[in-house]
């Protein structure tokens, strides 16, 4: 059964750091990871998706990348803003069609 | 750009009601989810639909729920008599499931369920 942790729980930067967060998983034989932002009492939004023939993945100031040998994976966030603030969760699918998500990274970039 | 939309965005029942929330997925996506995530806790898959039928669920999914789609556009989740611990966000997602490594899942903003 596919476990997925976290690490830190939270994070405070001050702008324009860039930083770096954590994502392990415990079944190798995944098929992708899923970055997702989630808003206080929002939605979760799709960032990115590493597929599991991919080592990265990039958009905009974010980059992901994926290490299946090891079982993690990690979100860059160059020169980070304010608006950067949520909480970012990960996850891997259980299954080809389900996923099992992280507890997440609460982000507090400050001004 | 398409997106998931959820109704309603807060329900509030009393214990033992039925509650049906209600999601559209994207409009070419063939696969539908619902997902739940308790406050202060993880998201948890609940069950995932193709082709009408359930093709995964969690054991979370226990009879008191069932899902549907009525018609081409929406999608639903049941849950037929609401206990003190459904109380939770439930967020609907959507995918094309182009292949099992490219299977990008699309979330709706959720609906707030609380149950008295």
């Known amino acids: 059964k596919q476990e997925v942790t976290q690490i830190p729980a939270a994070l405070s930067v001050p702008e324009g750091e860039n930083l770096v967060l954590n994502c392990s998983f415990t079944d190798s034989a995944i098929y992708n990871l899923q970055w997702f932002r989630q808003d206080p009492g929002k939605g979760l939004t799709s960032l990115l998706l590493i597929q599991s023939s991919q080592r990265e993945q990039t958009s905009g100031r974010l980059n992901a990348s994926l290490d299946k040998s090891s079982g993690r994976s990690t979100l860059y966030i160059a020169a980070s803003q304010p608006g950067d603030s949520a909480t970012y969760l990960c996850?891997?699918?259980?299954?080809?069609?389900?996923?099992?998500f992280g507890s997440g990274t609460q982000l507090t970039v400050l001004p | 750009e398409p997106e998931v939309t959820q109704t309603p965005s807060h329900q509030v029942t009393q214990m033992g009601q039925e509650v049906i929330l209600r999601c559209v997925p994207i409009s070419n996506h063939l696969y539908f989810y619902w997902y739940r995530q308790i406050l202060g806790q993880k998201v948890e898959f609940l069950v995932s639909f193709y082709n009408n039928e359930i093709s995964e669920k969690s054991e979370i999914f226990d009879d008191q729920f069932s899902v549907e789609r009525p018609d081409g556009s929406n999608f639903t989740l049941k849950i037929r008599s609401t206990k003190l611990e459904d109380s939770a966000m439930y967020f609907c997602?959507?995918?094309?499931?182009?292949?099992?490594?490219?299977?990008?899942?699309?979330f709706g903003p959720g609906t707030r369920l609380t149950v008295l």
């Open positions: 997602a959507s995918s094309y499931l182009m292949s099992y490594s490219y299977n990008e899942q699309f």
């Open positions: 996850a891997g699918p259980g299954s080809a069609r389900q996923l099992t």
